[in-house]
C-alpha cells in the first residue's frame, strides 16, 4: 500500500489479490490547504502488471472542493489513456454529478498546444487593417461631431449649459496655475539658451526678439497644448470611459439622447474657446520668464527689454499662436472623447483610454504643428 497525506486530505493506494487497485480518499480537502499529489501512487498505477479496475472509497471522507474534483480527473484521464475501468460507486452522489459535468465536455483536441507562429507580412497586414479601421473610426466620429456642431449653430443641439460651464472652468481656470509655471519656465530656458551665444557678440538685447516671437508663434500655444493633453485630454477620456463602464452612454441613447451633443459638445466647445485664452495667458508669461533673465542675468532693464519685444512681435504673429491654440484644442478635446468611447467595459480598459488619449493629442498636436509651420512658410508668414 502507498499511502499520501498533506495538511487536510489524506489518499491511500492498494492494490488486492485480483489486481484491482483501491483509492481510499479520507479527510477535508481544500485547495487553500494543497492536496495530495498525484505523483505519489501514479508509480503504483502504473506498475506491471497494470490494474484491470480502480474502485474508490470515501467513507471517511470530510469537506471537500475542487482541488478534490481536479484530482479525481486526473485519475479519470490516466485510466482513460491505459483503458482501465473505474468503479466509482464508492464516491458521494455530489462529488459523481460535478464529475459527470466535467467530463461531458471534452477538451478540444489540440487546445494546449503552442499557438501558430504567425509571418512577418501577416502581422503587417494585421496592423495596416488595425490603422485602417482607426481613421474610419476617427472619421465617423468627426462626421457626428460635425453634425452636432451644426445644430449647436442653429440652436437645435441638446445639452445642458451648467456642462458647458463646469467643462469651461475646468479647461480654463482650473489649468491657470500649470500654464503659468510651465510657460514661465520655457521663456526662462529659452532666454537662457539665446543669451549663451548673442552675449558673445554683444547682442544681449536681441534675447528679447528671440523669447517673444518664439513663445507668440510656436512654444505658446505648443506647451498650452501639450499641458492640456496630459490634464484634460486625459480627464476626458477617463470620464466618458467610465460613463461607458457604467452603462450611462447606453442609458442615454435608450431615452433619445445623443450621446455626441449631450457629453462630447460641451467638453469640445469648452476646450476650443478656452485654448486660445490660455494660449495668451502662456504667451505673456513665457515673456516674463524671458524678462526675469534679461534683467537678472544680462544688466538689461525691463522698460527696454518691453520695448524690444513690442517691436519685433506683429499682428500676424500673434494671430497665427491664437489660431493654432484653437486647433490644438479641437484636437484634444477630440482625442479625448474619442477615445472615452472607445473604452473597453473593464475598470482597466479606463485608464488604457486615458493612456491612448495623451499619446494620441500629444501626436497630432506634433503634427498639427508642423503643418503650421509648412503653410506659414509657403504663406510666407
Request: hydrophobic letters at 50%.
Amino acid at each position: 500500500m502507498v499511502e499520501g497525506n498533506s495538511e487536510q486530505g489524506s489518499v491511500s493506494v492498494s492494490r488486492d489479490e485480483g489486481g484491482d487497485v483501491r483509492v481510499c480518499l479520507a479527510g477535508p480537502w481544500h485547495l487553500k490547504r494543497d492536496v495530495p499529489s498525484f505523483a505519489i501512487f501514479r508509480s503504483q498505477l502504473e506498475a506491471s502488471p497494470p490494474p484491470a479496475r480502480i474502485t474508490f472509497e470515501a467513507s471517511r471522507l470530510a469537506q471537500w472542493d475542487s482541488g478534490l474534483l481536479s484530482f479525481l480527473v486526473r485519475i479519470s484521464e490516466f485510466c482513460r489513456e491505459r483503458g482501465i475501468a473505474q468503479d466509482r460507486n464508492g464516491l458521494p452522489k455530489g462529488l459523481l454529478r460535478l464529475l459527470e459535468l466535467a467530463e461531458a465536455v471534452p477538451e478540444k483536441k489540440g487546445a494546449r498546444s503552442q499557438p501558430a507562429r504567425v509571418s512577418f507580412f501577416e502581422r503587417v497586414g494585421n496592423a495596416t487593417v488595425g490603422y485602417g479601421l482607426s481613421v474610419n473610426d476617427f472619421l465617423g466620429f468627426l462626421g457626428r461631431l460635425t453634425i452636432a456642431f451644426g445644430k449647436f449653430v442653429r440652436g437645435r443641439a441638446r445639452y445642458r449649459r451648467e456642462d458647458l460651464i463646469e467643462a469651461i472652468q475646468d479647461c480654463g481656470s482650473s489649468a491657470v496655475g500649470i500654464v503659468s509655471l510651465i510657460a514661465f519656465l520655457v521663456g526662462v530656458i529659452l532666454a537662457f539658451m539665446g543669451a549663451v551665444q548673442l552675449s558673445q557678440f554683444g547682442a544681449s538685447i536681441y534675447v528679447a526678439d528671440l523669447v517673444g516671437i518664439g513663445m507668440v508663434r510656436d512654444m505658446g500655444a505648443m506647451m498650452a497644448a501639450i499641458i492640456m493633453s496630459g490634464r484634460t485630454g486625459a480627464a476626458f477620456a477617463a470620464k466618458l470611459g467610465t460613463m461607458k463602464v457604467t452603462q450611462e452612454i447606453d442609458a442615454l441613447t435608450t431615452m433619445g439622447i445623443s450621446s455626441m451633443e449631450f457629453l462630447v459638445l460641451p467638453r469640445v466647445l469648452a476646450l476650443v474657446l478656452m485654448m486660445p485664452l490660455l494660449c495668451l495667458y502662456s504667451d505673456f508669461v513665457g515673456i516674463l520668464g524671458g524678462m526675469f533673465v534679461g534683467v537678472g542675468m544680462l544688466g538689461l532693464s525691463a522698460s527696454s527689454y518691453m520695448r524690444e519685444t513690442i517691436s519685433t512681435l506683429t499682428l500676424i504673429n500673434l494671430f497665427g499662436g491664437v489660431l493654432k491654440g484653437s486647433v490644438y484644442g479641437a484636437l484634444i478635446a477630440i482625442s479625448g472623447c474619442l477615445r472615452g468611447f472607445q473604452c473597453g467595459n473593464s475598470s482597466s480598459a479606463v485608464g488604457d483610454a486615458a493612456t491612448q488619449a495623451v499619446v494620441m493629442s500629444i501626436v497630432m498636436v506634433v503634427v498639427a504643428c508642423g503643418l503650421f509651420a509648412v503653410m506659414f512658410n509657403v504663406l510666407g508668414i
